[in-house]
């Protein structure tokens, strides 16, 4: 089975213009329509069973239509986390919401959303995350938007994972795009996850087992950052490492189900 933690779509009428806009910003071709019936498509194709959607806020404003249309693209293949914006007004507000709403977890994006990821002003986001138990996944690393400044540098992500014991924090791109010497210096051994989104691009194989090693299979999540990765180059990449198959299953489903509180016997029937 194959469970890909880090997938984005965008409705249909807005998908056209925000691929264009995103795809200037990051250079990079997507690999689908960024529709979620392109992406439920392509997905198939790749190898992949079931899939997390992550909906970003960029804007205060956006928060509830987002995590309205999150709700609503939930299904026996997609899993979908909602959105806060930190500068909303309501924004612990909408975390309950999303509670009710039935999202998985939360996605924020630090380059996106303009914040640090160790700010004072996110303490209350993160005490809320973690009265609701929902996981959050952030952007940690690079970003091309704002190449000069990372916001979620892999020792502020330490400090926040240190400071909230009980938050299920997953850092993406390996908990450091472009950062894994420091990711290996601060993050291994912290208690987080880490999706391998776009590893396959930017972590030599070399240091990706590591990493994983290290810090231990049972906390690494497969992801592709569809459609700015895709789940066919990823799967190979984790396919063609050094790991055992058993911790491999534990990258492809085996944590992510758990994470997401789903029974991995059953899924394996």
């Known amino acids: 089975m194959v469970l890909d933690f880090h997938v ?21 071709t997507p690999s689908t329509l960024g529709t979620l019936d392109s992406t439920r498509q392509k997905l198939r194709e790749w190898g992949v069973d079931r899939a997390v959607l992550l909906n970003v806020a960029t804007k205060p404003s956006q928060q509830t239509t987002i995590n309205n249309c999150a709700a609503a693209n939930q299904d026996e293949m997609f899993f979908c986390f909602g959105s806060i914006h930190p500068d909303a007004p309501d924004a612990i507000e909408e975390l309950y919401r999303i509670r009710e709403l039935g999202l998985r977890g939360v996605k924020l994006h630090p380059d996106y959303q303009n914040f640090f990821v160790n700010e004072d002003r996110m303490a209350p986001i993160y005490e809320a995350l973690v009265k609701l138990s929902l996981p959050v996944v952030i952007h940690a690393g690079y970003d091309p938007l704002s190449p000069d400044t990372v916001h979620a540098q892999p020792k502020a992500i330490a400090e926040v994972v240190r400071s ?3 938050l299920s924090l997953i850092g993406a791109h390996m908990g450091g795009m472009y950062r894994f010497d420091e990711v290996e ?10 999706d391998m989104s776009l590893a396959c691009d930017a972590c030599s194989p070399e240091q990706f087992e590591r990493i994983v090693r290290s810090h231990g299979a049972g906390k690494i999540l497969f992801g592709s950052d569809t ?7 990823a799967i190979a990449y984790l396919q063609a490492s050094g790991l055992t198959r058993e911790e491999k299953d534990k990258i492809f489903y085996q944590n992510g189900l758990k994470l997401l509180g789903m029974d991995t016997t059953a899924a394996e029937n």
């Open 164 to 166: 909230y014991p009980g």
């Open 8 to 28: 984005h779509t965008f409705p249909d009428a807005i998908a056209p213009r925000t691929l264009e806009k995103l795809s200037r910003i990051s250079g990079l």
């Open 227 to 233: 459609p700015w990765g895709n789940s066919r180059d």
């Open 185 to 194: 210096e601060y993050l291994v051994g912290e208690h987080l996850y880490l």
